[in-house]
């Protein structure tokens, strides 16, 4: 079966300050993977997807970067986090868009000071 | 751009009640329409999913409908429970891109 995990599952950092979050899906391969971020009385917004290694989409502009430097790895970047970057990211993951669900994983939780 | 909407944004009803949640989308272009369930604090759990040339899914207690001409979706949760509380999340997979658009939530608390 497959399973996917999301690494820290809660993070404090101050503003202007670096991040990283991961994310690793096992259990199948060549999946499509997503990032998300859903912020206080808002709904989630799709960051970026990955239809393979190397190959990003963005699909807001913002203070965020991804990559995803292996098959079933993804990760979330910034260089220099903002206050607004506050939010509870999710990665997700399906190999068919059209006709599968997204399967998510249990979040991380920003809180920029 | 697809805007998703969800009616009502919160909804407390007692245990045993039957219930609808309702979800509007502006773009009928759509790959498949998908309810999702979050509990506070964690991600989300697919529930069901419909696709376009489909009007409706089950699952146990659970029956969702489409009407993509209407732009409309339904969520009916018969004989509700407490554990039935949740945030139930409406997105649609647009033909256009890859983004799940997803409604703010409808916040259901069922009390015993």
């Known amino acids: 079966s497959q399973t996917i995990h999301q690494w820290p599952a809660t993070l404090v950092q101050p503003v202007g300050s670096p991040l990283s979050l991961e994310c690793t899906v096992e259990g199948t391969s060549n999946p499509n993977l997503y990032w998300y971020r859903q912020a206080a009385g808002r709904g989630l917004q799709l960051l970026f997807y990955s239809v393979g290694i190397g190959q990003i989409s963005s699909e807001v502009p913002q203070n965020l970067s991804a990559s995803r430097p292996q098959d079933r790895q993804f990760i979330l970047s910034s260089k220099k986090l903002l206050l607004s970057d506050s939010g509870f990211y999710l990665c997700?993951?399906?190999?068919?868009?059209?006709?599968?669900?997204?399967?998510f994983g249990p979040g991380t939780r920003l809180l920029v000071l | 751009k697809q805007e998703v909407t969800q009616i009502p944004a919160a909804l407390s009803v007692p245990e045993g009640e039957n219930l609808v949640l309702n979800c509007s989308f502006t773009?009928?272009?759509?790959?498949?329409l998908q309810w999702f369930r979050q509990d506070p604090g964690k991600g989300l759990t697919s529930l069901l999913l419909i696709q376009s040339s489909q009007r409706e899914q089950t699952s146990g207690r659970l029956n969702a409908s489409l009407d993509k001409s209407s732009g409309r979706s339904t969520l009916y949760i018969a004989a509700s429970q407490p554990g039935d509380s949740a945030t139930y999340l409406c997105a649609v997979n647009s033909n256009s891109g890859y983004a799940l658009n997803f409604g703010k939530g409808t916040s259901l608390l069922v009390t015993p």
């Open positions: 773009d009928s272009a759509i790959y498949n």
């Open positions: 997700a993951w399906n190999r068919d868009r059209g006709q599968e669900t997204q399967y």
